[in-house]
């Protein structure tokens, strides 16, 4: 059983940073196709970001969040990251992290809340 629990969420102000992190447990991490997705009040689940396997040489990026986000992985500690500048009000959601394994069986994260206002 693959357990993922995130970090970093809080209140920042517009033009501020964040650096999210998701603590992965339960199997070989670096088999683990990383994502990152949020969720505002009253929308869908949107995907923000995405890492290869392995040393993580692909990554993928919403349109809205291209040249702000950046999403990496560290093997050796089981976590990804995703680090974001230049935090603007409708970036405020709850951002879930999202694993997805070889047998393509996925596992979700219980969230942190992500809020950007003066």
């Known amino acids: 059983q693959v357990q993922l629990v995130e970090s970093g969420g809080g209140l920042v102000q517009p033009g501020g940073s964040l650096r999210l992190s998701c603590a992965a447990s339960?199997?070989?991490?670096?088999?683990?196709?990383m994502g990152w997705y949020r969720q505002a009040p009253g929308k869908q689940r949107e995907l923000v970001a995405s890492?290869?396997?392995?040393?993580?040489?692909?990554?993928n990026y919403a349109d809205s969040v291209k040249g702000r986000f950046t999403i990496s992985r560290d093997n050796a500690k089981n976590t990804a990251f995703l680090q974001m500048h230049s935090l603007k009000p409708e970036d405020t959601a709850v951002y879930y992290c999202?694993?997805?394994?070889?047998?393509?069986?996925?596992?979700w994260g219980q969230g942190t809340q992500v809020t950007v206002s003066s």
């Open positions: 339960g199997s070989i991490f670096s088999f683990f196709v």
């Open positions: 999202n694993a997805k394994l070889l047998d393509d069986k996925v596992y």
């Open positions: 890492i290869s396997r392995g040393s993580g040489s692909s990554t």
